[in-house]
């Protein structure tokens, strides 16, 4: 059975890892058909997850076989961090591109199954990491629904995003919105991910048509089913560049937007997810 592999790094939106704080996620596949297992490894300053395929189990994924491994890799993370809300998987590792590879008529390693209230659940050992000098490690926990990962993955590649000849307008708006959403992979600031997440979310609510303002809200609040109100909080603080704050008021709301930035863009992950899933799949 061909097996294809894909080692991820794992970025918690609201803490970005650093040389001084590192961060390990602990992922468990729920909901398990047996076509997905994970390896987790403490590495710094981001986790990385080896994530093993059986290929033969979905005839969807045999989809992935006709792109490049870069292509693979980038479409996967793309399902594993719009299917999780909190955080965002990316195929960079500070300093490079981690590996995917395809390996045919090879078994993934044995993992542990064990039935849950919730599904199957599957359990692989946890790789220890070397001895690294560090000020901090942020250790959480993450369960996956594989269902849900196998479900957005198809989504994307029915969408084409990698086949834009002849498509309209609404499509490559779509295409240019996961486009943006994937730069968000490569930003190591919190500033610059905020940046990123915002355009793609932009451009996916703005995907059939334009709109600026409270019309935006109303619109984006609409399609990611958040208030009117937090809508507006996320497009004023990504206009703070913008825009030269004239007044006292303007000053004063952006400075207590700034003192809610981990909630921010929490919340703007949450809607950009929301958005690009609303669009792939009407």
Same mark, same amino acid.
């Given at each position: ?6 080692? /991820? ?39 990385? !997850?080896?994530?093993?395929? $059986? ?10 076989? *006709?792109?490049? +491994?870069?292509?693979?890799? /980038?479409?996967?993370?793309?399902? *594993? ?15 490079? &591109? ?7 008529? $090879? ?12 599904? $199957?659940?599957?359990?692989? +050992? ?6 690294? +000098? ?46 943006? &959403? ?11 991910? &905020? ?40 497009? !004023? ?16 709301? /952006? ?6 930035? !981990? ?5 703007? +992950? ?13």
């Amino acid at each position: 059975m061909n097996t294809l592999i894909v080692k /991820l790094a794992a970025v918690l939106v609201n803490y970005p890892a650093t040389p001084r704080l590192s961060t390990y996620i602990e992922l468990t596949i729920v909901n398990s058909k047996g076509i997905i297992s994970i390896e987790n490894k403490k590495e710094t300053p981001r986790s990385i !997850h080896e994530f093993t395929f $059986k290929l033969g189990k979905d005839d969807k994924l045999n989809e992935l076989l *006709c792109l490049s +491994k870069d292509e693979i890799a /980038l479409i996967f993370a793309t399902a *594993c961090s719009l299917a999780n809300e909190g955080v965002l998987f990316t195929p960079i590792q500070l300093g490079g &591109y981690l590996d995917t590879s395809i390996e045919l008529d $090879k078994e993934p390693a044995e993992a542990e199954i064990t039935d849950t209230p919730n599904g $199957k659940r599957i359990t692989v +050992k946890i790789t220890t990491f070397n001895k690294l +000098k560090l000020e901090k490690l942020l250790m959480t926990t993450l369960n996956l629904d594989e269902s849900q990962i196998l479900d957005t993955l198809g989504k994307l590649l029915s969408y084409g995003k990698f086949n834009t000849p002849n498509r309209n307008r609404f499509e490559l708006n779509v295409i240019q919105a996961i486009n943006n &959403y994937q730069d968000a992979f490569k930003t190591v600031s919190g500033s610059s991910r &905020y940046n990123a997440l915002y355009i793609a979310f932009e451009k996916a609510v703005n995907a059939d048509g334009d709109r600026e303002g409270p019309d935006f809200d109303k619109r984006a609040s609409e399609i990611t089913e958040l208030p009117e109100n937090v809508m507006g909080d996320l497009r !004023h603080f990504a206009d703070r560049g913008k825009h030269i704050q004239r007044n006292e008021k303007d000053i004063e709301m /952006l400075k207590n937007l700034e003192k809610q930035f !981990h909630s921010l863009i929490a919340l703007l +992950k949450i809607a950009t997810d929301r958005a690009i899933l609303y669009r792939i799949q009407s």
